[in-house]
């Protein structure tokens, strides 16, 4: 299987876990678009050969949190859509299913910069030398 790369737009296996009318726990697969931020090279959170960090793929739009892709057809997506730039997600190499297309390098470029816009890089530079009393 060739192996994911960043910028790439993939089907992934997400497990779902729910409770039943019994209220026993139960796991359902949903398969998902995603789009790689992060091979393992530590781009996102840390370093970690095992791991990658996605960005969910969704139809529906919201302002704040979503940003559509502006040449979803050309890239051969079925249906309008958005990056879910609220919050990357970790899945494994196994949960990989196919890959669709990969993400023009500039379009993959406004992602990340919505993303360091949303996690708020000079509060947490702020907060890890402890300079508290400016936030």
């Known amino acids: ?3 994911p790369v960043i910028g790439d737009i993939w089907i992934v296996a ?3 876990i729910y409770y039943d009318e019994n209220k026993d726990i139960n796991v359902k697969i ?3 678009p995603v ?6 090279r ?6 970690d ?9 969704t139809t529906q ?3 704040y949190k979503r940003i559509l892709i502006k040449n979803w057809k050309e890239l051969g997506l079925k249906s309008k859509s958005y990056v879910r730039i609220e919050m990357p997600i970790k899945i494994e190499e196994e949960q990989f299913e196919s890959k669709i297309t990969e993400m023009p390098a500039d379009e993959l470029q406004r992602y990340y910069q919505e993303l360091y816009k949303l996690l708020n890089i000079k509060t947490l530079e702020k907060l890890s030398k402890k300079e508290l009393i400016e936030i």
């Open 49 to 57: 050969k095992k791991n990658y960090h996605v960005f969910k793929l």
């Open 42 to 47: 530590g781009l996102i959170v840390e370093e």
């Open 1 to 3: 299987m060739q192996k």
């Open 14 to 16: 997400i497990p779902i």
């Open 30 to 32: 949903q398969k998902r």
């Open 61 to 63: 739009g919201d302002p």
């Open 35 to 40: 789009l790689v931020l992060d091979d393992g």
